[in-house]
């Protein structure tokens, strides 16, 4: 309901803006067009869900073919580390993303697209405060890899 005011109220002001050039109808779709590019490209609807158990992730692929909802599933117990990850292909969701992965023995999962390393490191550290067990896992993983190499 918000999103129909605000498309009125800005249908509204650039008809009022550029009158004569747009018009009324010029104006909403205008404010149509400007609507959805900003939709696309601000709303990721990115969402974590963290059990004992499992990691729920929910994100938007962008638009382009095959848009829409993705959820990914990762058992806890597959993970080896979470780490952030610059330009990882996402085969689920048909692009490359830099954001929060989950390694596993076989493999990476995207858990949260979108994400800067700033932001990647605030969520695992998040997920280590709430569940210390898992953190102690994945520090003993890498340091493990790093004995290993």
Do not use: H
């Not at 779709?29 to 696309?40: A, D, E, G, K, R």
């Not at 390393?117 to 003993?140: C, D, H, K, S, Y």
């Amino acid at each position: 309901m918000t999103a129909v005011i605000a498309l009125l109220v800005s249908a509204s002001m650039l008809s009022t803006l550029f009158g004569l050039l747009l018009g009324t109808l010029g104006g909403v779709l205008f404010s149509l067009l400007i609507f959805f590019m900003v939709t696309l490209v601000m709303d990721r609807g990115s969402r974590l869900r963290v059990t004992k158990l499992e990691f729920i992730s929910t994100f938007r692929r962008p638009a382009g073919r095959g848009a829409g909802p993705v959820t990914v599933v990762v058992n806890t117990a597959d993970v080896q580390w979470l780490e952030y990850k610059s330009d990882e292909w996402l085969g689920i969701a048909g692009v490359r993303a830099a954001g929060l992965y989950a390694v596993k023995k076989r493999g990476v999962e995207c858990l949260l697209p979108f994400l800067n390393p700033e932001q990647t490191a605030r969520v695992i550290g998040a997920i280590e405060a709430a569940f210390p067990g898992l953190g102690e896992m994945w520090r003993n993983n890498l340091q493990a890899r790093a004995v290993a190499r």
